[in-house]
């Protein structure tokens, strides 16, 4: 079983619509958990880093986490065709740095 | 301010041969990181360096595999010999840790093709 699983779509949706892309772990160490956005041919750029459980929200971006069901969340608000990318959820330790990636949800966003 | 690049941007070698991928990382940063994606999988975690000592590297998939950071600088990621499976894009990341935070700043990569 993979410790962080998250299903790699693609997610096809329209301009302006509410996006939700989603993980499930299986570690519950897991304390840092974070969202990288991943554009073709560039490395992952990170969107939102939350500590332990409890929503975080930037803008159009909001992040979940559910420690007791081990599930995280990342909402995307009033999606635009630039936000079409792929979408990868990430954990780490407490007192660690290796992270733990999902495979990544290809989003596409159509105007 | 320049982010992590990294060099070359693809490498396409034979088995057997030898190839060596750079990482300049943010100025300042102590901490690097090395991942690897293979085709269909998710990133993988390699190794990191706190400045020139390797802090943990127990993603490295077998002794073919040579990370080094002499003077905490940029680093090198040297496969000898290549094997088809070490195809895949091999990312580069830095950061300096702050409090609870740490904003791991990734390259864009270095594509490497094994034929």
């Known amino acids: ?14 301009e302006g619509a509410i996006v939700s892309l989603n993980c499930t772990y299986s570690n519950s160490a897991f304390q840092y958990f974070m969202w990288y956005r991943q554009y ?66 290809r989003l596409f966003v159509k105007a | 301010e320049a982010g992590v690049t990294q060099f070359p941007s693809h490498s396409v070698i034979e088995k057997g041969q030898t190839v060596t991928l750079r ?24 190794l ?26 940029y680093s090198t990621l040297k496969v000898q010999p290549a094997e088809l499976e070490d195809s895949g894009v091999y990312f580069c990341a830095s950061s300096q840790w702050t409090e609870r935070t740490d904003t791991q700043y990734f390259g864009p990569g270095t594509r490497l093709t094994v034929l």
Request: proline share 5%.
């Open chain 2, 48 to 73: 990191h360096f706190v400045k020139e000592s390797k802090q943990d590297e127990s993603g490295m998939p077998n002794n073919r595999f040579l990370a080094e950071r002499t003077g905490g600088t």
């Open chain 1, 40 to 105: 073709s041919r560039k490395g992952p750029e990170l969107l939102m880093y939350t500590y332990s459980s409890g929503n975080k929200e930037d803008g159009r971006f909001t992040a979940q986490v559910d420690k007791s069901s081990k599930y995280i969340s990342l909402f995307i608000r009033d999606s635009q065709p630039s936000d079409s990318a792929t979408y990868l959820c990430a954990m780490m330790n407490t007192g660690g740095f290796k992270t733990i990636f999902g495979a990544g949800t």
């Open chain 1, 1 to 14: 079983q993979k410790e962080v699983e998250q299903d790699p779509g693609p997610l096809s949706v329209p």
């Open chain 2, 23 to 46: 990482c300049d990382p943010i100025s300042g940063h102590d901490n690097l990181y090395w991942y690897r994606r293979v085709m269909g999988k998710e990133i993988k975690f390699l």
